[in-house]
């Protein structure tokens, strides 16, 4: 098994939620999701049950939260060439289609952790929800900030390439003002000399393009 910088902040694991799964209690700050035949996921003390903060929000939710907070901070790394941990990760998201923008937002807020990652919750959900208010007000704070992260991968060819990608998601003009290491930001979070293919990116962006 590959080293990581944090054990308990990687994954190889997919979910199966017809098979089940279960909650343990690993210690006084730890809980753990497992499903069958599957290795166990840490969970940060924040999402303990009893910790607060994201209590009130539903399970899918609090993981969903989690791994994206882990993909956006790079704590998160590849065991192997078939775990698309991000595309994993969004499959629990089915609760996106049910819920309004403000409603999503509105959790967002409740649990915290909207501000440390405003920019990129509020693009995407706007991409799902075919928000285009929404993307284009997350694009233009992120683009006064001047910066994502220096140590992200970038992708060979344009924006305009990697938008050919998702050609039913948004504009193409809208594509355009998006500064690659914020999009590969969410496809790569954090594997070390390993460029992405675009192949990882179609499957992040098949769950943006589904109308």
């Known amino acids: 098994m590959t080293s990581h910088r944090n054990p308990a902040h990687s994954l190889n ?44 929000l539903p399970l899918s939710l609090r993981l969903v939260l989690y791994f994206l907070d882990l993909a956006l901070y790079g704590q998160l790394d590849f065991l192997g ?18 819920l309004g923008a403000t409603s999503l937002i509105n959790l967002l807020l409740v649990s915290g952790r909207a501000q440390r990652w405003p920019l990129a919750v509020e693009f995407l959900l706007g991409a ?22 220096d140590t992200v991968w970038q992708p060979p060819g344009t924006v305009s390439d990697f938008a050919t990608l998702c050609p039913r998601a948004l504009p193409l003009d809208l594509w355009s ?7 590969w930001a969410w496809v790569v979070a954090d594997v070390p000399d390993t460029p992405p293919s675009f192949g990882l990116g179609d499957k992040f962006l098949e769950i943006y393009q589904t109308p």
């Open 13 to 56: 694991w997919h979910p199966d939620w017809s098979s089940g799964g279960d909650l343990t209690l690993l210690s006084s700050d730890e809980i753990a999701f497992s499903v069958p035949s599957r290795p166990i996921l840490a969970v940060s003390p924040a999402l303990r049950p009893g910790a607060g903060g994201l209590l009130p």
């Open 81 to 98: 060439p078939s775990d698309n941990y991000l595309t994993d990760v969004l499959s629990l998201a089915g609760w996106l289609d049910s």
């Open 128 to 149: 799902r929800l075919r928000r285009t208010d929404l993307c284009r007000e997350a694009l233009n704070r992120f683009n006064d900030d001047g910066r994502w992260r």
């Open 177 to 183: 003002s998006v500064d690659r290491r914020f999009m």
